[in-house]
């Protein structure tokens, strides 16, 4: 796998949860729904599921961070998307990560020697 090639699939990615999201938010102001209720559990379950099994298909490793399973769960649950700019460190450099493409920085480390 390349480099574009991690940044187009994590585009695509991105944009299908970002698209799953907006969905919930214009259903929600509707119906009044919770993100607890039945509907907003199994549809945040399965958005769960899919970012769980994008990650296994690009290989990315399990997180450091015991709450999350692995970068993509982290980017997409504590730094919403990159709307934060949480920092993280790798290999000693440090790095807001507000986009894709800084996510992908942050995990082509870890996967570059395994495609």
Known sequence: MTRNQLLRALASWERTCQGMHCQWDAFAK???????????SAL????????DAVADA???PPSGC?????????YASENDYGAKGLEVIVNKR???IRTVADL????WPTIKGKA
Do not use: I, N, Q
């Open 30 to 40: 509707v119906t009044d729904a919770s993100p607890d209720s039945r509907l907003g």
């Open 44 to 51: 945040f379950c399965m958005m769960k599921a899919y970012t």
């Open 58 to 60: 690009l290989g990315v």
């Open 66 to 74: 015991k709450e999350f399973t692995h970068d993509l769960d982290w």
């Open 94 to 96: 440090r790095r807001e």
């Open 104 to 107: 992908a920085w942050l995990v």
